[in-house]
């Protein structure tokens, strides 16, 4: 049996319950192929694999919090801390009632092969809680926020651990966080976590960075194909961060995207998202997407799942994990969709990224396509370093370059071995090489 598939059913025995993390195990390691089967006997005499896929530190805690009628209760907290050879670990915090250890830790799996893309020097890390912010007032908000920073604090600082946000995890968490941090401390350590508010340390341009760095990567993808995204038609799926942000560069380049979603609908808008409206209902007044169609009159809401059934040129999927699963990756196929284009994490299922990619469809897997955000957090993390901040357009402008960095990196990849065009092929050598180098260099630990 090959050191691969030796691997993956040991993973499969070990961790039958941690479907998600398997299901990115495999991805990684299927287009690993081509590098590992070169030298497979130096690879397992190092135990390589197994080290790769084994984080090197599982954080898990207890967070106990009060809520506004004075009921006490308890969420578990995690920290995975899965590959620090290239740098401190980096990784956003996830704040959403389905957070469990797989979810975890397929999450920081992937965020080392993202991170070692973008080119700058971080490690790959995820953490959050099965904590629901959604109805939850600010000040239960805040004592669960000063809650988890009470354990997670004694395992992050800025040469150690850089948390960000994530689902559920915003500018107000961050902040939160922040000030809860400095208080257990006593330091003003600006550079132990990013998405910081501007008046403490954050960074212009990185509310926008996913978003405007998933629309960056594609405009190139379009053009490396002798098009572009003037004119096209675009689907996108979430209403939160990612998906804002993606909608506001997409139109600024002169597409049309006609949908959003959040966890309960979805917006058909042939007239194109109004994103000011958006950003009011989603951002200001945290309401459900009925209130954007209540605004609009051009709007449809449609209750549950059904984004990526309305004909496109691209789509965007920027809410969640396993959001595009096979049927609805033959609805694109059917429907003239050319690219897919991934701002959420693993957003499409692995037999859908097989149906897209066999049916010539140009698919930019999320660890290359949303690395825009984790690239600008590690820019906040420079600018608290030098004390300074950049303006929004210095900073716009290297996501600009990561991002072109990026695409062609993993594109020459994918050719030099021999996959020219499988973008998931060429991400995860690409991601994978600068980390093995890092590695191998560091020693059997
Ligand atoms: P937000 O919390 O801002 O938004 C998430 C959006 O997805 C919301 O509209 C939410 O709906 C919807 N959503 C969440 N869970 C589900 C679900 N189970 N089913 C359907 N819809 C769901 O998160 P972000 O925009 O920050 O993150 C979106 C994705 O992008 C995630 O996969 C994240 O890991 C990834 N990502 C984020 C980065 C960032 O910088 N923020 C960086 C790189 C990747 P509702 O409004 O109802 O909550």
Redesign the pocket.
Same mark, same amino acid.
């Given at each position: 049996m090959s050191y691969i598939d030796e691997t993956i059913e040991k993973i499969q025995k070990l961790h039958p319950e941690q479907k998600e993390f398997i299901q990115a195990v495999k991805e990684v390691l299927e287009s690993l192929r081509p590098v590992i089967e070169r030298n497979e006997d130096e690879y397992r005499r190092e135990a390589f694999l197994e080290r790769i896929t084994t984080p090197e530190r599982i954080i898990m805690f207890r967070v106990p919090w009060v809520d506004d009628k004075g009921n006490a209760h308890v969420n578990n907290g995690y920290r995975i801390q899965f590959n620090g050879a290239i740098g401190p670990f980096k990784g956003?915090l996830?704040l959403?009632p389905?957070v469990n250890l797989s979810i975890m830790k397929f999450?920081a799996f992937e965020q080392v092969f993202k991170n070692s893309l973008t080119g700058l020097p971080i490690g790959g890390a995820k953490g959050g809680s099965d904590f629901d912010p +959604?109805g939850k007032s600010d000040r239960e908000v805040m004592a669960f926020c000063q809650s988890f920073m009470n354990e997670l604090y004694r395992h992050i600082n800025h040469d150690r651990d850089v948390p960000?946000?994530?689902? $559920?995890v915003?500018a107000r968490e961050i902040g939160y966080l922040f000030g809860q941090y400095r208080r257990l401390t006593a330091q003003y350590e600006a550079g132990v976590l990013t998405g910081k508010g501007l008046s403490f340390g954050g960074s212009l341009c990185r509310r926008e960075?996913?978003g405007y760095g998933l629309v960056y990567i594609t405009e190139e993808l379009l053009k490396d194909h002798g098009t572009s995204l003037e004119g096209k038609r675009v689907v996108v799926s979430?209403?939160? @961060?990612?998906?804002t942000y993606a909608i506001q560069k997409a139109q600024q380049l002169g597409a049309k995207v006609v949908t959003c979603?959040?966890?309960?609908g979805w917006i058909y808008d042939p007239e194109g998202i109004e994103v000011a409206l958006l950003k009011e209902v +989603?951002e200001v007044k945290r309401a459900?997407l009925t209130e954007y169609a209540k605004a609009r009159p051009s709007a449809e809401y449609h209750e549950g799942k059904g984004v990526f059934t309305v004909p496109c040129d691209v789509a965007l999927p920027?809410?969640?994990?396993n959001?595009l699963p096979l049927e609805y990756a033959e609805a694109l196929v059917k429907n003239g969709c050319m690219a897919v284009c991934e $701002?959420? @994490?693993m957003?499409t299922t692995l037999e859908a990224t097989a149906y897209l990619q066999s049916h010539g469809i140009l698919f930019l897997p999320?660890k290359a396509a @949303?690395a825009g $955000?984790?690239s600008v957090s590690a820019l906040e993390m420079s600018q608290n370093s030098e004390r300074l901040s950049w303006t929004f357009e210095e900073v716009d402008a290297k996501l600009q370059g990561i991002m072109k960095n990026i695409y062609a990196n993993i594109s020459a990849r994918a050719k030099e071995f021999g996959k020219e065009g499988d973008y998931v092929s060429g991400a995860n050598i690409a991601g994978f090489l600068k980390v093995e180098n890092a590695m191998k260099a560091q020693g059997i630990i």
């Open positions: 956003g996830r959403h389905s999450l +959604k960000a946000g994530d689902i $559920g915003g960075a996913t979430g209403a939160g @961060n990612v998906a979603s959040d966890s309960t +989603k459900r920027c809410a969640t994990q959001e $701002g959420a @994490n957003p999320g @949303n $955000g984790v």
